[in-house]
């Protein structure tokens, strides 16, 4: 039965608390909301945001931009080839530690996996072995590596590895946690083994979902490239953070436009590969 408006208010002066939270409930939100915004003001000084420093702040930043412009074009092609060099590392090490990691991700991701390992304890063992390689940030793994490689592209791809690892074993996981158990109850009633039930029935409902996080991961992965050559793992950063240090502000924002341009490159050819890759994916089923 729908209510009028003048029913429904009528029916609130009669019994008012019937339109309202209990008084325990509500004291909880207030006091959960003072909270809330208690603390984002304390952050709010104890970090020194106050106008005043954000207004100068802003000023200064207007000073770095007008640097920047008008952008630097070169005109030698050796510095040209060098920047383009250093863009083609960056790609180079966020595909190599996006593969690596995929490669050793794939089959702990099994062994994380409720449907695929039954065991409990072995399966929340790895489980856990996944957060501990998540809690490292990559940054922190390229400052560990580089002490023990030295600099170049090599710590670079070691520390995207090892920290997609984690991330991969995670997300594969739970998209292999996700599947139909119907596929493999076919494969099994047709006596496949437990290898060909992953093979046949459950590899072909994740491939998609993994095909997806592994184009989304490697876009990130170019971005984060670019972190980790500043501080000495190779790639565009490293000319980047040399231009900045040396106030060279116009090829500074040249390489940063340079940077866009390629990731936005990147970004078009990954959904170009999921609508058809993913999509006959979807229209084989």
């Not at 309202?20 to 970090?47: E, H, K, M, N, S």
């Not at 995670?170 to 493999?184: D, G, R, W, Y």
């Not at 109850?185 to 437990?194: F, I, M, N, P, T």
């Not at 984060?224 to 000495?232: A, D, E, F, N, R």
């Amino acid at each position: 039965m729908n209510l009028t408006q003048s029913q429904i208010e009528a029916a609130r002066a009669q019994v008012p608390l019937a339109f309202q939270a209990p008084l325990p409930v509500r004291i909880r939100r207030y006091a959960l909301w003072t909270f809330l915004i208690g603390l984002f003001c304390w952050c709010l000084y104890d970090f020194d945001m106050s106008p005043l420093r954000i207004w100068e702040g802003l000023g200064r930043f207007g000073r770095v931009l007008s640097f920047m412009f008008p952008p630097h074009v070169w005109d030698n092609w050796a510095d040209f080839a060098e920047i383009l060099n250093g863009l083609g590392e960056t790609l180079a090490i966020a595909f190599l530690g996006t593969v690596l990691g995929a490669i050793f991700a794939l089959p702990l991701s099994l062994l994380g996996a409720k449907n695929i390992i039954k065991k409990s304890i072995l399966r929340l063992s790895v489980r856990r072995g996944f957060d501990v390689i998540r809690a490292f940030e990559t940054l922190i793994l390229a400052l560990i590596f580089i002490r023990a490689f030295g600099l170049g592209p090599l710590p670079g791809i070691l520390a995207i590895a090892v920290s997609e690892i984690g991330t991969f074993a995670k997300l594969f996981s739970e998209a292999i946690e996700n599947t139909s158990e119907k596929p493999v109850e076919g494969v099994k009633a047709s006596g496949g083994s437990r290898l060909q039930q992953i093979r046949f029935a459950v590899a072909p409902q994740v491939n998609p979902v993994i095909l997806s996080i592994l184009l989304y991961n490697f876009e990130s992965n170019v971005r984060s490239g670019t972190i980790l050559g500043i501080v000495g793992a190779g790639g565009i950063g490293f000319l980047l953070s040399d231009r900045i240090a040396a106030y060279k502000w116009d090829e500074a924002w040249s390489i940063i436009f340079l940077i866009i341009v390629m990731v936005y490159i990147i970004d078009w050819l990954s959904g170009l590969i999921r609508s058809k890759v993913i999509g006959k994916w979807d229209g084989a089923k």
